[in-house]
């Protein structure tokens, strides 16, 4: 069935510091969805990408979503102790049911 | 409008019991999905329900099984309760269904099997 990896699993930076993670699809992705956990919470959507080479930007956070549709980042700009928690991507799967990335978990050094 | 509502928060069973877990979606969402996630596993996809009928189901044994009952609300159901059943249980409502639509997740059930 489809797949969606996220890499990395971990980040650990430094305030202020750069962050980006990625998503890798194995089939092309009608859409793809960003979600945020903060640690102890629960997922909270952050985005939805649908055009082939889409960029959308939220303040610190722009999101990419590839050409060929098989693959999205999310990159933070001069990252703050509000970002940490874990990030996921999320692709329709079989049958249109969502499939989740192993998300990645971002903690950030003051 | 108020979010999606999850009882109870915490729940602590023993092995070979059954549990009984409930998701509130917003109003006006039709599609209930449910989700596992342990440390080690991520999230992973349980069912899926939209106006009262399964529509997706993931990998999980047939202990797991879930309703939606006419005004969108779900619950699940695990029998025989195993320790490697102990994780956070997520509910997200969705307007129409999941993959085209973003999830609105409630702040999950926290069971723990001993």
């Known amino acids: 069935g489809q797949q969606v990896m996220q890499i990395p699993q971990y980040q650990h930076v430094q305030e202020g510091e750069d962050f980006t993670t990625y998503c890798n699809s194995s089939?092309?992705?009608?859409?793809i969805q960003w979600y945020k956990q903060r640690p102890g919470g629960h997922p909270v959507f952050l985005i939805q990408l649908v055009k082939s080479g889409e960029v959308k930007k939220q303040k610190r956070l722009t999101f990419q979503f590839g050409e060929a549709k098989k693959n999205s980042s999310l990159h933070i700009t001069a990252t703050q102790t509000t970002d940490v928690g874990t990030y996921f991507c999320?692709?329709?799967?079989?049958?249109?049911?969502?499939?989740f990335g192993d998300g990645t978990t971002l903690t950030v050094k003051p | 409008k108020a979010g999606v509502t999850q009882t109870p928060r915490y729940l602590i069973k023993t092995r070979g019991q059954q549990v009984t877990l409930s998701c509130s979606p917003i109003?006006?969402?039709?599609?209930v999905s449910w989700y596992q996630q342990t440390p080690g596993q991520g999230l992973q996809f349980l069912f899926e329900y939209f106006s009262e009928t399964q529509r997706n189901k993931g990998n999980f044994p047939g202990r797991f099984s879930g309703r939606q009952f006419s005004n969108s609300r779900s619950e699940m159901n695990v029998s025989t309760l195993e320790l490697g059943d102990s994780a956070l249980y997520l509910c997200?409502?969705?307007?129409?269904?999941?993959?085209?639509?973003?999830?609105?997740f409630g702040p999950g059930t926290r069971l723990t099997v001993t």
């Open positions: 089939t092309t992705l009608s859409n």
């Open positions: 997200a409502s969705s307007l129409v269904g999941t993959g085209a639509y973003e999830q609105y």
């Open positions: 999320a692709g329709p799967g079989n049958a249109g049911k969502s499939t």
């Open positions: 109003s006006g969402h039709r599609s």
